[in-house]
């Protein structure tokens, strides 16, 4: 079956970075377009990134310049590098498999927190 796995997760200082990943399996991992979502407390689940099959990425507003959005398709992994982040990118971090089909595939999540 679809799996999405999301690690990386923690606690971590203003200022500071950490690499997220996401380990696929169940699916063709190299024809989906992957990306990374987030919700903080009480707020909506935003977009933060994608990746498209052929490479093409885009980002929110909100941490272009900081963030990362990566795959290796040998690995089946998707990742999200994150720097200089800040109290505002505390949450939870998702992860989500799509086709231009309309399939949707979400993972469980993983916890960033920053603060000092």
């Known amino acids: 079956q679809v799996q999405l796995a999301e690690s990386g997760g923690d606690l971590v200082q203003p200022g500071g970075s950490l690499r997220l990943s996401c380990a696929a399996s169940?699916?063709?991992?190299?024809?989906?377009?992957m990306s990374w979502y987030r919700q903080a407390p009480g707020k909506e689940r935003e977009f933060v990134a994608q990746i498209l099959p052929s490479g093409p990425k885009n980002y929110a507003d909100s941490v272009k310049g900081r963030f990362t959005i990566s795959r290796d398709n040998a690995k089946n992994t998707a990742y999200l590098q994150m720097n200089s982040l800040k109290p505002e990118d505390t949450a939870a971090y998702y992860c989500?498999?799509?086709?231009?089909?309309?399939?949707?595939?979400w993972g469980q999540g993983t916890q960033v927190t920053v603060s000092s």
């Open positions: 989500r498999a799509s086709w231009i089909s309309g399939r949707v595939y």
């Open positions: 169940g699916f063709t991992f190299s024809r989906s377009l």
